[in-house]
Structure formats: C-alpha cells, structure tokens
C-alpha cells in the first residue's frame, strides 16, 4: 500500500489549505481512512477519520474549521482546513485504516497500518 500526501504549505494564520492523499495498492472505497499531526517537540495526534461508510469524526481543536472528506473514485482523502492558526502547525500524515468495512470511529494510531510521508503545514501569526 502506498499513500502520498500532498498540499501542505505556508499561510497566514486565518487562511486555508487543502491537505490531499492519494492511495494506491488497496481497495480505497473499503477502508477508513485519517489524519493524524505531529508538531515539533510533540507527539503524533488525532485530527479526523472518515469511515467507508463516510462517518466522521474530528478532534475538538479543529471542530468546525477542518473538513475530511473522500472520492472513491480518485482513491483519495483530503483535508480541508479553514481558519488556521499557528498551533496547527505541524507535519500532517494520512493513514488507511486496518481492516475493511469497518465502521468504527477509530482516533488511535494503531487501528492504521499504512502512513503516508507527511506534508508540512506552517501557519504564520
């Protein structure tokens, strides 16, 4: 499985990006799949999934600025992110999920077994 992350960037703190993920070498429509972050000097956290079934589920710091979402079609997950502010910089990862058909809300890191390499996301104040 391969994931490549794209989309991250420099902005102004109020301004947007649009994180993308592509996925190949899986069946991307069975699979949840997720974002996760990891700031400099922090460790790696949540910040939303999106089931097969396209249930979503977001840490409480980016509830109503960030948006996941997924075509099928293109194999790929985005992350459109909204109202940025420099405590959301950080090094973003995608990740697929570990099982299909799986519709559990899943916030943990090892419930996804394939990452991508990570984008960085630098938001100025």
């Known amino acids: 499985v391969q994931l490549q992350a794209s989309g991250g960037g420099l902005v102004h703190t109020g301004g947007s990006l649009r994180l993308s993920c592509a996925v190949s070498g899986r069946t991307f429509s069975r699979y949840a799949m997720a974002w996760f972050r990891q700031a400099p000097g922090k460790e790696r956290e949540f910040v939303a999934t999106i089931t097969y079934t396209r249930r979503t589920h977001y840490t409480d710091s980016v509830k109503g600025r960030f948006t996941i979402s997924r075509d099928n079609a293109e194999n790929t997950a985005y992350l459109q992110m909204n109202t940025l502010k420099p405590e959301d910089t950080a090094v973003y990862f995608c990740?697929?999920?570990?099982?299909?058909?799986?519709?559990?809300?899943?916030?943990?890191?090892?419930?996804?077994?394939?990452w991508g390499q990570g984008t960085l996301v630098t938001v100025s104040s």
């Open positions: 990740a697929v999920g570990d099982r299909p058909y799986d519709d559990f809300i899943a916030s943990t890191a090892g419930r996804y077994d394939s």
